[in-house]
């Protein structure tokens, strides 16, 4: 219902965080066109990565996690190990996110 209303309210930024769950719960049903990838019918991966560089780095460390998820599920741990590396330097950014600092 929220990712509903978000997206009537063309709320880009909103609309793409809500997805990035649905991204992982559709590559771990099968739903994907590869699985580990998010990409679907109604997501651009390659889209979503660069608008993600407009967005706070909290966004980035969600998706890189959600990504090391996929790809650790699929089986591709060199793909996971990537995501790790590009999600790591980024967690003491969520924290001062986390705490009202940034």
């Known amino acids: 219902m929220a990712f509903a209303l ?8 909103a609309t793409d965080m809500a997805n990035l769950q649905l991204c992982l719960i559709r590559t771990l049903r099968g739903l994907t066109t590869k699985f580990g990838s998010f990409e679907h019918a109604e997501f651009d991966e390659i889209g979503f990565e660069r608008r993600l560089e407009s967005y706070p780095p ?11 998820q996929a790809h650790f599920f699929a089986g591709d741990f060199a793909s996971a190990i990537e995501a790790s590396l590009k ?9 001062e996110f986390c ?3 940034v």
């Not at 978000?6 to 930024?13: D, E």
């Not at 999600?87 to 924290?95: F, R, S, Y």
């Open 58 to 68: 909290a966004a980035h460390w969600g998706y890189w996690v959600r990504k090391l």
């Open 87 to 95: 999600a790591g330097p980024l967690a003491c950014d969520i924290t």
């Open 99 to 101: 705490a009202g600092r």
């Open 6 to 13: 978000h997206r009537r309210r063309r709320s880009v930024f």
